[in-house]
């Protein structure tokens, strides 16, 4: 299995700032993908993460307020842009390994974001 | 399209109860199925899987049958422990990469 780890892991910032989430694999992985988890809600996918390209976004989210860069195969960002508080969330980090279990999707320990 | 039903938690339960937690799915093609737990505080993490009907997936002593005929993917554990406590997603993934999850459901273990 990939071993995920995120910076930051919880943070609480003002509104109108930015804040820029980094995940980092343990090896190279084919694909990445960044999920949005709200107050007691499930999980939302938010993009996937392509390697030397633009991010596919999934409907509902935007490159301007979430632009995600992956400039590797273990490494990815996503940046939250001009928060309010409805982007209080767990941010998570997946990952969809190339190896034997190819077909299982791994998360990070996630980023708790506050915003006041 | 994909999606993924749940029972609605939560489920409280006594120390050494019996768990089952429903799952049941709609999806094209084949998919894969897959239980994660979410802890207090905490990521997601890999509790089990199946990739075909009738496979069972098993791990910390819960289990899950993939029946494509109900399409159900029920989540089992014969005797749950206090550390069993957290949110359990079900989820499903298909040839097209993307994984469904159902909302969730929580679980409460007493001692």
């Known amino acids: 299995s990939a071993v995920i780890s995120q910076k930051p892991s919880r943070d609480i910032c003002q509104r109108g700032t930015s804040l820029t989430i980094q995940c980092q694999v343990d090896?190279?992985?084919?694909?990445m993908f960044w999920y949005r988890q709200q107050p007691g809600q499930s999980l939302t996918l938010i993009a996937t993460a392509n390697q030397g390209s633009e991010a596919t976004y999934e409907s509902g989210f935007v490159i301007d307020k979430f632009p995600i860069s992956r400039p590797n195969l273990t490494f990815s960002t996503l940046t939250v842009s001009n928060m309010s508080p409805e982007d209080s969330s767990i941010y998570l980090c997946?990952?969809?390994?190339?190896?034997?279990?190819?077909?299982?999707?791994?998360f990070g320990p996630g980023t708790r974001l506050t915003v006041l | 399209g994909n999606s993924v039903t749940q029972m609605e938690g939560p489920v409280t339960l006594s120390e050494e109860a019996f768990l089952t937690i429903n799952c049941t799915y709609t999806?094209?093609?084949?998919?894969?199925l897959f239980w994660y737990v979410q802890y207090p505080g905490e990521g997601l993490q890999l509790l089990l899987k199946a990739t075909k009907a009738d496979d069972k997936g098993s791990n910390k002593g819960f289990e899950a049958t993939y029946r494509k005929e109900t399409t159900s993917f029920h989540l089992e554990k014969g005797s749950v422990q206090v550390s069993d406590s957290a949110v359990y997603f079900c989820?499903?993934?298909?040839?097209?990469?993307?994984?469904?999850f159902g909302g969730g459901t929580r679980l409460m273990v007493k001692p």
């Open positions: 989820a499903l993934r298909n040839a097209g990469n993307m994984l469904t």
């Open positions: 999806a094209t093609g084949y998919p894969s």
């Open positions: 997946s990952v969809l390994s190339s190896g034997v279990s190819y077909d299982t999707q791994y």
């Open positions: 090896s190279q992985v084919t694909m």
